[in-house]
Structure formats: structure tokens, C-alpha cells
């Protein structure tokens, strides 16, 4: 706190302790685990037991349970709530204001974890006045983040895919993307001196500890939902998200690993023209279905899409009715999971690969979809083919036992659902589901998305001479 900044940006310092959070094992689920929390001062009671009884015992318990799991979590939503809120903080929208009589005043929300402000020679503010410009007032800006690690300089190219695929969907669905945390800007209201709307969840109280002191993170997402509410706002407009000049943060270990927490290897390698030679299908399926907290994969673009609608609470199904709120919110998943992948390039590779192809004819198909794109989507066609007659036949043969046995209704309409064979029906089927949704602005942002997949990918990557002779015979 004490330390000196060199820095001509008026700024003010302040600094904030929290609490471990403690939770109880083996004691049903998580939610009733919460709801019996165990206090600080249980804790340190029982540790002072130890101490005297163990001391190593003590140590190793201090250790073992103060740096794992969700005792070690930061809760971000709590700092990031206490933080806009603090006297410095409005004591600095005030002389921003003196100093910029009339102007629009916004506040920036970026994480400890940033390398850079600069990308590509221009400042990240510098990019926002930009951005301002193009569309007056926005009233929540981003442009994303790219990790920096020199051993992996494919996960540049995951982040690139990553914001590209958010912009493109943001500009039809604004609230259809995940705004992230490290770099991401709101309006603050004219007669406010902060940003009025909460990064916590409700009110509810679970034993002394709110809920939205940490439960799961997902702060922006929260905030902004009820920055949507603001009167006389644009909902469809609000947001503008750009893909162009990120903030540089370190790469996590998180960002290193695969879904499945293992470490990931590339075999793609930056040239000095800005290409990445010798890459593998492996490598493609680790930026895209594999990278973590990306939208690049159908299910997690489906996802994400999904948190802006509302689900209807029941889902009429070939003269059959569906319920169960889990079955339907998979349902939604699933067909908006379809949807983005009939026009993402790299799902539309997958269904046209076999067993046997290795990287080479990976490398001339994919190149040959990229070429090729708009030609190829528009047959209008899904993987799942034509298979309903036979499905509709097991759907209506699960009607009459539904009273019987729910879960052959459940099945056979899943049969159904995946039988669906052309976007017409597909969107149909979402609009059964959705509440009030615009499947027109669905399928645009699903479109535009594919078609900045495959722009990046014809930038970045760089395929065999022959790909497109080869590609160009075998189709």
C-alpha cells in the first residue's frame, strides 16, 4: 500500500481482506451444504484443538485446506462490488466529470493478471474512444482479452477465434456472449457517481453469507443483465464488442489445459509470416472444442446464446408434452448447438472426416470447406439426415405407455428432436422452446459466426500447395 507509482493517470488506492470461505463434507449436496455453512470461528476453535494435541497435524491441516479447493477462490464478485462502490472510486467519476464537462463517463473493469494495455502498436483506451465514436453512446464496450505464452503461440490463435466468434454473435445477440472479466467497460448514468446496477445475485441469504459473495463467479454477466434494464436503452443495441485490439493478459494454467484439465500440445508453429505451419487436426480441436472459456465450440456458443432466453415450461413435441426443465434446457442446447454448427466451418470438417484421414487429408478437406464456404452451407443440409419417418413411428409408440414408463416419452421425443433434418424445422422446434425469442437474430449471429471462423482460419493458417487441386477433385 505503501508503495510508489509513477503513472500521470490520476488514480486513488485502497486495499480489501476477505474471509476463507468453509464448507462441510459428505453432507448431502451442495446447496445444503451451504446452507449449513461452518463458521470462522468453529474453525479456528477446532484448530487450536490440533495445535495442541498435533502441531505438524495443525500445519498440515492450515496448509491442505487454505490454498485448495474453494477455500483458496478469490470472491471477485465481492471485490468488484466493493471496489465501484468505495468513496475513491466515486471521488474520481467526480473530477472525471470536472474535467470533462458533458462527456460520457465509463468505467473500466480489468483484472491483476494484465501484461499489456497495447496491441499492435494502440493503446486499449485509445481503441474504446474508437469505438465510442462508431456507435454513440455504447453503453457497455469490450474487446476481449488474447493470453500471451511463448511455448503455445496457437493460443493466440484460440483467443483470436474466440473474440471473433463473441463480436459476430454480440452484434446480432448482444447478451448472447460471455463479456470477460479482464476487459470490459459500462456507462456510467449521468447523475450517478458509480455504476448503480450489482455484481451480486438477488438478495437471498443462505445462513449469514449472501450468495453473491461466492457461490460461482459469472460477474459480468450478472451486472449486465441489469444494465439491460436501464430505461430508455437500446437492449438490442447496448453492447458493442470488438475483436480488434485486446487486452494482453498472462496465460493461466487453466488456459494451458483441455477441458478435461490435461495439458495441451500443439504441433503448430508461428512463421515469420504470421502463418502457423505444420499444424494438426489436434491442434484445431484444441482451439476450438478444447480451449477454456471460449465460444468457438457449438455447445459453448449454445450455451452462452441460451442465458439470455428464457425457457418455456412446457414443450409441445409431435402431440406429445415435455415438463422436465432439465430435458428442455438440453433440448435448447442441443438445437442451438446444431444451429452454429451448420455454418461453423470446423463442425461442418468434423461430419465429412473418416476414421482413417490423417492430418494431410484433415488438412485438404478443412482447406477445401474454407474455399468453398458459402457453396457448401448453402445446400441447406445437417449431419443427421433424413431419419424422422422412423422416429416419429417409436415417438407415437411411447405415447401410449408415457403413463407407464415418463422415460420412453423422454427418449423417443429426444428421437425426434434429433431427427429434425433442415434449419426450417430446426427453427420451429426453437421457437417451441424459446420464450419471445428472435430466431432471426439467433441465426444471423450463428452465421456471421461461421463466417468469421473461416476468415481466421484462411488467415492464420497456412495449408499444403496441393490442398486446394486435391480438395477441388475429391469433391
Not at 448447438?337 to 478443412?366: E, M, T, V
Not at 439426415?385 to 427418449?411: C, M
Request: proline fraction near 3%; charged fraction near 25%.
Amino acid at each position: 500500500m505503501s508503495a510508489t507509482t509513477n503513472s500521470d493517470v490520476e488514480h486513488k488506492r485502497f486495499g480489501l481482506f476477505w474471509s476463507y470461505q468453509w464448507a462441510r463434507k459428505r453432507q448431502g449436496a451442495a446447496d445444503v451444504r451451504r446452507q449449513n455453512p461452518v463458521t470462522y470461528q468453529q474453525i479456528r476453535k477446532y484448530y487450536k484443538q490440533l495445535k495442541r494435541q498435533d502441531p505438524d497435524a495443525a500445519r498440515e491441516f492450515r496448509r491442505k485446506h487454505e490454498n485448495q479447493s474453494r477455500n483458496a477462490i478469490v470472491p471477485y464478485r465481492a471485490l468488484r462490488e466493493t471496489t465501484k462502490d468505495h468513496a475513491n472510486t466515486k471521488a474520481l467519476v467526480r473530477q472525471a466529470r470536472g474535467k470533462n464537462q458533458g462527456s460520457d463517463i465509463y468505467m473500466s473493469f480489468i483484472d491483476s493478471d494484465t501484461k499489456s494495455f497495447i496491441y499492435e502498436g494502440v493503446g486499449l483506451y485509445a481503441a474504446y474512444s474508437r469505438l465510442y465514436d462508431e456507435r454513440h453512446p455504447p453503453t457497455v464496450m469490450s474487446t476481449g482479452y488474447e493470453s500471451f505464452y511463448e511455448l503455445m503461440p496457437m493460443l493466440a490463435l484460440a483467443c483470436t477465434l474466440d473474440r471473433r466468434v463473441r463480436a459476430a454473435t454480440a452484434k446480432y445477440v448482444p447478451l448472447g456472449v460471455y463479456c470477460p472479466e479482464p476487459n470490459f467497460v459500462i456507462q456510467v448514468l449521468a447523475d450517478q457517481e458509480t455504476i448503480t446496477e450489482s455484481f451480486h445475485e438477488g438478495t437471498l441469504k443462505l445462513g449469514k453469507i449472501k450468495t453473491g459473495y461466492y457461490v460461482s463467479p459469472k460477474e459480468a454477466r450478472l451486472i449486465l443483465k441489469e444494465v439491460a434494464k436501464r430505461q430508455n436503452i437500446d437492449r438490442a443495441h447496448f453492447l458493442l464488442f470488438s475483436s480488434a485490439n485486446p487486452i494482453i493478459i498472462h496465460a493461466s494454467k487453466r488456459s494451458t489445459q483441455n477441458k478435461q484439465h490435461s495439458d495441451l500440445h500443439f504441433d503448430g508453429k508461428l512463421n515469420s509470416d504470421n502463418k502457423y505451419t505444420g499444424w494438426s487436426k489436434q491442434d484445431i480441436i484444441n482451439i476450438s472444442s478444447q480451449a477454456s472459456q471460449s465460444h468457438v465450440s457449438p455447445r459453448d456458443w449454445a450455451t452462452n446464446m441460451l442465458s439470455t432466453f428464457t425457457l418455456n415450461n412446457e414443450v409441445a413435441i409431435n402431440g406429445g408434452v415435455i415438463k422436465d426443465g432439465f430435458v428442455i434446457r438440453n433440448m435448447a442446447i442441443s438445437l442451438l448447438s446444431r444451429l452454429y454448427g451448420f455454418y461453423d466451418p470446423i463442425s461442418l470438417c468434423a461430419r465429412n472426416l473418416d476414421q482413417s484421414d490423417d492430418d494431410d487429408i484433415y488438412r485438404q478437406k478443412l482447406h477445401h470447406i474454407l474455399v468453398n464456404y458459402h457453396a457448401i452451407i448453402g445446400e441447406n443440409q445437417l449431419k443427421y439426415g433424413s431419419r424422422k419417418a422412423k422416429q416419429v413411428e417409436l415417438f407415437v409408440t411411447a405415447r401410449i405407455v408415457r403413463n407407464k414408463n415418463i422415460k420412453s416419452e423422454i427418449d423417443a421425443a429426444w428421437l425426434y428432436v434429433n431427427g429434425i433434418s433442415n434449419i426450417d424445422d430446426l427453427e420451429i422446434m426453437l421457437r417451441s422452446i424459446l420464450q419471445n425469442a428472435d430466431i432471426v437474430s439467433i441465426k444471423n449471429a450463428a452465421m456471421a459466426s461461421g463466417e468469421a471462423i473461416q476468415q481466421t482460419l484462411l488467415e492464420y493458417l497456412e495449408f499444403p500447395t496441393n490442398s486446394a487441386t486435391l480438395s477441388a477433385s475429391n469433391s
